[in-house]
């Protein structure tokens, strides 16, 4: 299974939970416009 994307790529459309507990797609948050994807990293 590949795991880096490359520049230009299209991104896997996974599905997630969001705050409320509704299933969601990924290209859901994009319908509207660009969508910004951030993983915060934990150190601890």
Do not use: C, N
Not at 20 to 42: T, Y
């Amino acid at each position: 299974m590949k795991s880096t994307l490359q520049i230009g790529e299209p991104m896997v459309d996974f599905e997630y939970e969001d705050a409320a507990g509704v299933q969601r797609k990924l290209s859901e948050s994009w319908q509207a416009g660009p969508a910004v994807l951030i993983w915060p990293r934990h150190r601890g």
